[in-house]
């Protein structure tokens, strides 16, 4: 199983980012699929999830309503959609897949997740 991130890169404060999160030899739609993220020096923490059935989404008390997570089936591919970014949400972001099959309810703690992205760096300049 390989996800890959993308789409990360630096942006001014107030402005936009949509991250990408391709997925291969798993199919997403089985599996609830979340983004985190982690400063230097901090642990990972919770974004935003999704549940296996794309009905859910879950986001973490910071995001107020500035992200979204969706999800395209036919590309097998995750989106962090990322509006009125400041620079407390630099951050290296990471995508990950639950790691039980077709489970309802999408925590948002690192042990449910067993494979992770590489991270994409995300910058968001004052």
């Known amino acids: 199983v390989q996800l890959t991130e993308s789409g990360g890169g630096l942006v001014q404060a107030g402005g936009s980012l949509r991250l990408s999160c391709a997925a291969s030899?798993?199919?997403?739609?089985?599996?609830?699929m979340a983004w985190f993220r982690q400063v230097p020096g901090k642990e990972r923490e919770f974004v935003v999830g999704?549940?296996?059935?794309?009905?859910?989404?879950y986001s973490a008390d910071f995001v107020k309503g500035r992200f979204t997570i969706s999800r395209d089936n036919d590309k097998n591919t995750v989106y962090l959609q990322m509006n009125s970014l400041t620079p407390e949400d630099t951050a290296v972001y990471y995508c990950?897949?639950?790691?039980?099959?077709?489970?309802?309810?999408?925590?948002?703690?690192?042990?449910?997740?067993?494979?992770w992205g590489q991270g994409t760096q995300v910058t968001i300049s004052s």
């Open positions: 990950a897949s639950q790691r039980y099959l077709r489970r309802g309810v999408l925590r948002r703690i690192l042990d449910d997740y067993d494979y």
């Open positions: 030899g798993r199919t997403v739609s089985n599996y609830g």
């Open positions: 999704i549940n296996w059935r794309g009905i859910s989404t």
